[in-house]
C-alpha cells in the first residue's frame, strides 16, 4: 500500500478515511486486500482509534467491507454483481423520473427558483465530470459523477433513495474500476452525458431522461464486460 505525508491531529479521522477512499475509487487497492487497524495506524502512525473510525465510515458508505478474520478489505465484486447493480440503478432512477412525469412538487413549477438552483449546482457537476472525461481524468471523474447523482437524487425529497442510489453508485465504480484501469487511455471513452440529462430534467421530460440513463447504463455496462472478458 503506498505511504502518505504526516497527518494531523486535528482532521485525523476525515482524512485517513479520504485517503483510503481515493485509493479505493482509483482502482489502486485491489479488491479483495485485506488489512486491519492496526496496518493503517502504523502507516500513518497514529493510535488505532480514529484508524477504526475511518474504516468503519468506509464500511458504512460501501467502499470497504468489514472482515472477521483480516478486520477490513476492499469488496470484489463479479460481474454478475456488476449487472445487477446496473439492473438495480435503472429501477431506482426509473421510479424517480415516473414520479417526475407524475408531476414531482420540486419540478411541477418551471419557475421554482429552489429547483433551478440545485440543478444549476447539478449542473456544474455535470460539467467537471465531462472535462474530468476529456481529459481522461478517471479519478476526478469519479468524483464528480458521484457528486452529480448524489445531489440530483436529493431533488426528489428521499433521503433513503438519495443514499440507496449513493451507494449502488459507489459499488458500481469499485467494481468498474478494476477493469477500467486496464485501459492504457480513458480520455473520452467514458460516459458524459451528465449535462444532457439536467437539460432533459430542467425540461420536464422523462422519457429524455430515462433514454440517456438508459444508453448510460448500457455503455458502461457493454465497456465493462468487454474488459472483464479481454
Known amino acids: 500500500m503506498p505511504g502518505y505525508g504526516a497527518v494531523t491531529r486535528s482532521t485525523l479521522r476525515q482524512q485517513i478515511a479520504d485517503a483510503l477512499r481515493d485509493e479505493v475509487l482509483a ?76 408531476g414531482h412538487p420540486a419540478f411541477a413549477d418551471p419557475g421554482n427558483p429552489d429547483t433551478a438552483a440545485a440543478l444549476a449546482t447539478v449542473r456544474r457537476r455535470g460539467e467537471e465530470a465531462q472535462r474530468a472525461n476529456a481529459a481522461g481524468d478517471l479519478t476526478v471523474l469519479i468524483g464528480y459523477d458521484l457528486r452529480f447523482w ?6 426528489f425529497g428521499n433521503p433513503y433513495l438519495a443514499e440507496f442510489l449513493h451507494r449502488l453508485r459507489v459499488r458500481s465504480w469499485v467494481c468498474a474500476v478494476q477493469h477500467l484501469r486496464r485501459l492504457p487511455e480513458v480520455r473520452g471513452r467514458l460516459w458524459a452525458g451528465h449535462i444532457d440529462l439536467v437539460d432533459a430534467l430542467s425540461a420536464h421530460d422523462p422519457e429524455a431522461a430515462r433514454a440517456i440513463v438508459a444508453a448510460a447504463n448500457a455503455h458502461a455496462l457493454e465497456m465493462v464486460e468487454e474488459l472483464a472478458g479481454g
Do not use: W
Open 27 to 102: 482502482g489502486r487497492l485491489l479488491p479483495g486486500r485485506a488489512f486491519t487497524v492496526k496496518e493503517i495506524a502504523d502507516l500513518y502512525g497514529v493510535s488505532a482509534t480514529p484508524v477504526r473510525e475511518a474504516l468503519v465510515d468506509l464500511s458504512a458508505q460501501a467502499l470497504l467491507e468489514a472482515d472477521h478474520h483480516r478486520g477490513f478489505r476492499v469488496p470484489e465484486y463479479s460481474l454478475a454483481d456488476y449487472r445487477g447493480m446496473i439492473e438495480a440503478r435503472s429501477l431506482v432512477t426509473e421510479g424517480m423520473f415516473r414520479v417526475l412525469g407524475q
Open 150 to 155: 448524489r445531489e440530483l437524487s436529493v431533488l
